[in-house]
């Protein structure tokens, strides 16, 4: 039988229809970003926004437009029997359109116009260490947003309609809770790893690693882990992403750092999970709403999973450890497989989020969430943003940035009004590590497969568990069904804690 | 005062957005094209075919929707007295409403699939040499073509419909006129060049030219002659091609053959021609269906002037000479300048239209175009095209090719339902020696500049005399304006002519 099968209702033919065309505009978007990233010419950035801006307003167009009213009406009108799958296509196309109609197009368009300019002039801003450089820019973005919030709508707080958009479902009263349940445990690990004597040494990880040779291992890692190349492809760029197209068009991008070996290979594993996860969406949802993943969570979930819970793992550690020693002569000469462990997992409070320990990643993304909290609910503006980081970096991980682009200028999310996106990167933690709880629950070889670089069952039970469903399932309808329980921090900190002894002897 | 002005008429201010949505819909749908040419997975064909039929599916419906209805009827009935540059603004709108209006949306969406389909069974004969591979998807596209054009409507022949999309106002028996004309005289012309005795050597064109200096070499020629890369990229790709996005956005490609230096020049100086056009048009033009090319023949014109007026003229021959010999150290020995410009130029029959010399290339379109006249009004179907295609390679070059791929099956443009396209070439190279003949009167270093590798004066004049105005004027007007008399044969003839003399020493 198939999994995604369809009635005889008639006007589903004109909902697919309309969602292709929806999913073709979406994704010549897509092929437009990552042009921008890879290999637009700088001269061009201006008319990629307008191109952005029209499309927008296409999608927009579509949305509230006379064929999509017709379908609305036909399916809320109709006694007839569609299936589940329908059902669900039915139900994310009326949440797309109750969107779509409650905005309106000049104000989508606005925003995908300023989003342009504002990563241009982030980018510039970011280079010349100048935040005020970006600052008008962001207000603007900050504008937008809120008016795209209140325009939207959100019972208790207006955050929570963007927060809707990358977790459906998700509220700012229940990310409260999480992070206040994840930083009264944090904290405090914090300071028993800061007073236990150990001295973690991480210089081999800096030495020089030529570039050629990291390309030639990111190539090792993407084949390992079976990503295809068929329908794919992974270019470099200064700022990692993964844009998909569709399941058979999938683009990763990574950087590389001539000295610091980290870089590309955390890089590199957290694309990759990202990128299996769209390459494993079942070809039956293409063009359709369902053919994406379930949300921004769960899509980091699988980034996460594979950069930390299985790449910061002691059974990787020795596998790329032997590997490194192969693709780089010479280096890590005289260091023990357990010294790369403990230096790939070394804690300690530092500027910049994408290069963060586990334990305080959590920190870096509960600052963010804060400010996006405090600056969608006007209570204060972009003007304030660098006072404001640097004090909570001191609060929280009890250092501060030198300057604007260590600290507040680090990230591009907000010059691309991603406000609410984030909280995704916590919840992803969570999700990736209640996942590896039932992942070696039911695979007892989990610790050999991965010292002997064979990760093809558990890419299988990925896949056959999460990716092939694509958007079929709610955040928490996936989290019911394969964890018999809501998003918990249990698994997380239960998960860190045990590292955290294991290295530093904590408990 | 400005070039582009514009009166105080409101509407037209709609049908700039119009035109501008259009604009940057047709961007998006250029750079899927080229990037299925550069950088596209493989697997991700089909996506792209739905993507650009959906593109096309939106034009078609912005172009015969309700805002296009009023601006029509706006400009229709008012008195205002709009300028001269809105009411060729209106003009070019009202060209592409007539044809939207008169092809049906479905026909449209149909024949942006077939094509994208049509191009992979293409390269798939080619490549296996096997034109039953490639004879069904060609006649499923000529019947769309046929439908196409009937849907336009043609006075005389239904292939006018299709010729005036590429040259505008050009037809079918103004083109047999001007075959006619070149035919009578290129034939014996051709006898002549067989009996002269002279035998050219071109064997030193065809030893090892390493890729990586080719690839430098191409960036020497691209930066003498100004292409700005803030605003353009140049790739490889197996068929080379130009597309912009906009005059900031201009992308080429070329292709290599280490055996065969020719191929890279010149490949590289045809679409640097094209590029140096598409950078060159005004940016007041950026949006509006003026921001684009005169149309396909003055727009090869660009590209043949460099090719062959410029690129296989003497004076470019002796500064090339010296900079492949540094560039390539041990090549072209023994080898005098005149040698190599005698080898630039050979006479000779061959096979492959994008390799043949100035003269016989003509022969190769005229038989393309007689192909595509019969094929449109249904003389015969692709089922004929293999045996037609060498009765009259025969007939005109007096030569067959041994297999298809090197006979009908070289040129991607029929997959691409190009149909109507050829004649550009042919009027491309009438226009290029009217260019000549004008530039050469105006400009008496010429020769001077030339051999010294100085070629801003004749790109600063072609930018200011064409490039600039865009598609502000139809191909006659232009043709009136810069030569005083409409198309003609005459310049190439003589031109070629004096060439033939110099070489073959015949009359």
Not at 149 to 158: P, R, S
């Amino acid at each position: 039988m198939a999994l995604f099968s369809y009635s005889n209702f008639k006007p589903i033919e004109d909902l697919l229809e309309l969602m292709g065309e929806i999913k073709d505009l979406r994704s010549a978007s897509s092929l437009l970003d990552w042009d921008q990233e890879t290999y637009m010419p700088r001269g061009a950035t201006g008319n990629h926004s307008e191109i952005n801006a029209t499309i927008d307003k296409q999608i927009h167009s579509i949305l509230t437009g006379d064929k999509a009213d017709k379908i609305h009406d036909q399916f809320l009108n109709t006694r007839y029997e569609v299936t589940i799958f329908e059902r669900r296509l039915f139900g994310l196309f009326m949440e797309e359109r109750r969107r779509a109609l409650k905005v309106p197009v000049s104000l989508v368009a606005e925003l995908a116009r300023q989003k342009t300019t504002a990563v241009e002039s982030w980018r510039i801003a970011r280079l010349k260490n100048d935040f005020s450089l970006f600052r008008n820019d962001l207000n603007k973005i900050i504008a937008l947003k809120i008016n795209e919030a209140e325009c939207l709508g959100a019972k208790e707080n207006t955050y929570d309609a963007l927060l809707d958009i990358y977790e459906p479902g998700m509220t700012e009263s229940e990310l409260t809770a999480i992070f206040n349940s994840l930083k009264e445990k944090i904290i405090p690990m914090l300071g028993k790893v800061r007073t236990s004597g150990l001295r973690v040494d991480t210089s081999f990880l800096f030495e020089l690693y030529p570039r050629e040779g990291q390309i030639k291992f990111i190539r090792l890692l993407a084949d390992m882990l079976s990503f295809d190349f068929k329908r794919g492809r992974i270019d470099s760029s200064s700022h990692p992403f993964t844009t998909a197209l569709s399941a058979n068009d999938v683009r990763l991008t990574y950087r590389t750092n001539e000295n610091d070996i980290r870089m590309s290979v955390y890089c590199a594993l957290h694309e990759l999970g990202h990128g299996l996860y769209e390459q494993g969406i079942a070809p039956d949802l293409y063009r359709t709403f369902a053919g994406e993943a379930v949300s921004y969570g769960i899509h980091e979930s699988q980034a996460m999973f594979w950069e930390k819970i299985i790449g910061k793992s002691p059974e990787f550690a020795q596998w790329c450890f032997i590997q490194l020693k192969s693709y780089f002569p010479g280096r890590l000469k005289g260091i023990s497989p357990v010294e790369f462990y403990f230096a790939l997992n070394k804690v300690e409070p530092t500027l910049i989020r994408t290069e963060a320990d586990e334990l305080t990643y959590m920190m870096h993304i509960l600052l963010r969430f804060e400010m996006e909290d405090d600056l969608i609910n006007k209570r204060y503006t972009a003007d304030s943003i660098p006072s404001v980081w640097n004090e909570k970096m001191e609060k929280y991980l009890g250092i501060v940035p030198a300057n604007d682009s260590e600290g507040c200028l680090q990230d591009i999310h907000w010059a691309l009004g991603a406000f609410g996106y984030f909280p995704s990167y916590a919840l992803g933690a969570l999700y990736s590590a209640m996942l590896a709880t039932e992942i070696k629950k039911q695979m007892p070889d989990w610790n050999r497969n991965i010292t002997e670089g064979y990760f093809t069952p558990i890419i299988q039970w990925l896949k056959e568990n999460i990716h092939t469903y694509g958007k079929t399932e709610n955040p928490n309808q996936i989290s019911l069904r394969l964890f018999n329980k809501k998003i918990t921090t249990d698994d997380f900190l239960k998960y860190i804690k045990a590292k955290l002894n294991a290295i530093y002897s904590v408990s």
